[in-house]
């Protein structure tokens, strides 16, 4: 089945550092949807990439859609300690309605 | 308006037990997913519902599992002669349709002693 890959697993960053997280496939990836999980909280939808060298912004998050549309990135700009958490990607694949997700990159901002 | 409601919210159940967990959705959603989550793990995909439609069940661990959703809204999912290895967080979420954003809902603790 479908595998989808993310790096890194953790990072640690002091606040006002940058971020970012790749996720990486060797299918094509269709339909990239990007969560974000609190510690002790639920997975919470950020944003949904479909086209080809897609980019989307949200505030200090910037979401990228590779070319060849086997990977995506999330990059956090200045990290706030409110940036805390796991961010996931998940992708559906061609014609698929099941979200197979990353395994997470787990964010620690130092303030 | 009301989110995706699970309960119960914690279960704490002996090893041979048969569970049942219940999923409420965001009204009007055709789509439902159950995910189980282990302690600082990925989501793993057990299974999707999608209107009236078979459901996909293809990512049960087990025959242990199962799970229905009656009347196209409300799920149960159901773990028979559970295994210690069962603990984790399941979490159900909802979606207008398929390949559409996910809400989760808050997830129920599972711990088999």
Redesign the interface.
């Known amino acids: 089945g479908q595998q989808v890959m993310q790096i890194p697993q953790y990072q640690h960053v002091q606040e006002g550092e940058d971020f970012t997280t790749y996720c990486n496939s060797s299918t094509t990836l269709s339909n990239i949807q990007w969560y974000k999980q609190r510690p002790g909280g639920h997975p919470v939808f950020l944003i949904q990439l479909v086209k080809s060298g897609e980019v989307k912004k949200q505030k200090r998050l910037t979401f990228q859609f590779g070319e060849a549309k086997k990977n995506s990135s999330l990059h956090i700009t200045a990290t706030q300690t409110t940036d805390v958490g796991t961010y996931f990607c998940a992708d559906s694949g061609a014609g698929s309605y099941q979200l197979t997700f990353g395994k997470g990159t787990k964010l620690s901002v130092i303030p | 308006g009301a989110g995706v409601s699970q309960s119960p919210s914690n279960k704490v159940t002996e090893k041979g037990k048969d569970v049942e967990l219940r999923c409420d959705p965001i009204s009007g959603h055709t ?1 439902l ?1 159950w ?1 189980r989550q282990s302690l ?4 793993e ?1 057990l299974i ?1 519902f ?1 209107g009236n439609s078979a459901p ?1 069940k ?2 049960l661990p087990s025959d242990r599992f199962s799970a229905e959703r009656t009347g196209g809204s409300v799920s149960t999912l159901t773990i028979q002669r559970t295994q210690q290895e069962d603990s984790a967080v399941y ?1 159900c ?1 909802s979606s207008k349709q ?10 129920t603790r599972l711990s088999i002693l």
Do not use: I
């Open positions: 789509a997913y995910y600082g793990q990925g989501l995909f999707y999608q996909d293809s990512g979490l979420a398929g390949r559409q954003p996910q809400h989760f809902g808050d997830g």
